[in-house]
Each structure stands twice: as C-alpha cells, then as structure tokens.
C-alpha cells in the first residue's frame, strides 16, 4: 500500500518540485505566457479528447457533473457561514474556500490512482470547477458584476462539447485524435512546474489564518464529498475521485483572480502556500483510505 501510494504521489510533487527549484535557481520561465497556452490551449484539448473517448457512461459524466455541482453549492453554504461568524473578509476568501486546484494536482492523483477511467472523471469535476470558477468565483472576488468572462473560456466550449460527444456516441477522427491527444499531454506536467514556480513567487500573508482555513477546507471537502458519494451512490472509483479532488488544495489560479479584482492577494497566497503544504500529507492519508 505504501508503495502504491508512492507511486501516485511521488511524480506528481516531484514536477511541482522541479518548478520550485527552477524558479529558485533564477532560471527563466514565462509563467504568463504558459499559463495561457495550457488554458486556451492545451487544456480544452485534454478535456475534450478525454471526454469525447471516455470509457465512461453517459450516466456516469451526468453523475460526477452534479455531485461536483452538489460538493460546491455544500462548500459555498458552510464557508458562507464560516466567514460570517468569523468576519473575515467574505470577498477575498470565500471563492478560494470554495474552489480547489483539481487541475494541476487533481487530475495528475487522479489518473495515477485510478488510471483513465480516473482522469475522465477528475475532467468532469475539473470542467465544472473551471466553469463555476472563471464565472461565479470571478464574480464572487470581484464583488459583484458580469458573468461574461465565463463566455470566453475555451475549456466551456470543450467541456460540452466533449459531453455531447459522449452521450451521443459519436467517434473522433483519428487524426484529430491524434492530435488533440498530442496537445492535452502537455498540459499536466506543465500545469505541475508551473505550480511550483507560482508558489515559489508567492509572499503569503496571515499564515496561522492560513493555516486554520486551509485544515478547515480539507475537512470539510473531504467529509462533504463523502456524504454526497455515499447519497448519489457513486461507484468506488467515481466516489474516490470526488473526495480527492474534494481536498485539493487553493488553486494558484485564486490568488490570480485576488490581484485582478484588488481582493487580499496577500491573504490568499497564505492560503494556495499553506494549503498545498498540507496536501503533501493528506493526499496520502486520503489514498490509504481509498484504496
């Protein structure tokens, strides 16, 4: 058991080390540029392809879709209550709270746990977090506003795409499956350095608030995610993806919307630093007790 999770978790934290040490070597890295090649790019291809070609019913896309869905209105209703209680700021924290890094680190666990069958279902959760997060969590930080931005995602279009692709039955060309195969397998190690070197650049802020928020986030993603697994009646595998993408740390992605919507971008690098600190743990404990 041991070893299996070795085996999981060791590739995935070594790549985001590798970002970690390049960064700190004063190597070059155009994080910008990266970044908008694995999201306008390489991502919407990993997930269409791996929709479209799924080996997964239509049933169980419709499953993961609305437990997912299920999971965030659950963390958005407790983390709503927590910070209100609390009185922390309910613009720069509750987003984050809400929405995890199911893509850099969610979907790499998931596929080494899990194998494909994994990754097709870690996509569903990460396109409906993608979708939530560039629309309703943008609109959350920045106090209010359009939902226009989640328009021009092009993991939106993918995603549904991909959907229809696979309830209806419809079969890829190969040579664009090929290629958009080709594309996608760039996005996973590079969304892993790319981590690593964002979290190298950050300057937390408020660390022992840090620290709480982020154990309270594990605790709560992971015990609301298998109380809606074991309500649908999610299969082993389905249900095993869900808590874990459930307890993923605060994407790196939510202490970028902080600085474009003046929210404390301080207070949430704290939280993506602390929390993905964390993971280096509870991943581990969450797959002994899934496998």
């Known amino acids: 058991m041991l070893l299996q999770i070795v085996e999981i978790t060791a590739p995935v934290f070594l790549l985001a080390f590798t970002g970690f040490l390049w960064a700190r070597s004063g190597q070059p890295f155009d994080t910008e540029f990266v970044t908008r090649l694995v999201v306008n790019v390489g991502t919407p291809a990993l997930i269409f392809i791996v929709l479209a070609t799924a080996e997964i019913t239509p049933r169980a896309f419709r499953d993961m879709a609305l437990a997912a869905l299920a999971v965030f209105a659950a963390l958005g209703l407790a983390f709503w209550a927590v910070l209100k209680v ?19 680190l969610g979907l790499p666990v998931a596929l080494f746990a899990y194998g494909n069958e994994g990754l097709a279902l870690a996509v569903v959760f990460f396109a409906v977090t993608a979708i939530l997060q560039f629309s309703v969590g943008v609109w959350l930080m920045s106090g209010g506003g359009s ?34 195969r080709l594309t996608g397998q760039m996005v996973i190690p590079l969304m892993l350095i790319t981590l690593g070197i964002s979290i190298s650049r950050l300057k937390p802020g408020h660390v022992g608030l840090a620290a709480g928020l982020s154990v309270l986030k594990i605790a709560v993603g992971g015990g609301t995610a298998m109380a809606i697994a074991w309500a649908v009646g999610l299969e082993p595998a389905a249900a095993g993806v869900l808590i874990l993408q459930s307890i993923m740390p605060v994407a790196v992605t939510s202490y970028l919307i902080a600085v474009q919507t003046r929210a404390d971008a301080d207070a949430v690098a ?5 929390s993905t600190l964390l993971t280096v743990a509870a991943i581990p404990a969450a797959l002994s007790f899934l496998l």
Not at 270 to 274: N, R
Request: charged letters at 10%; proline letters at 7%.
């Open 270 to 274: 704290g939280l993506v630093i602390v």
């Open 147 to 180: 939902l226009k931005p989640m328009l021009r995602q092009p993991m939106v279009y993918a995603a549904i795409l991909g959907g229809v692709f696979l309830a209806l039955g419809w079969q890829v060309p190969l040579w664009a499956d090929n290629t958009l």
């Open 86 to 104: 609390t009185r922390l700021d309910m613009r720069s924290f509750l987003a984050p709270l809400i929405f995890a890094n199911t893509g850099n």
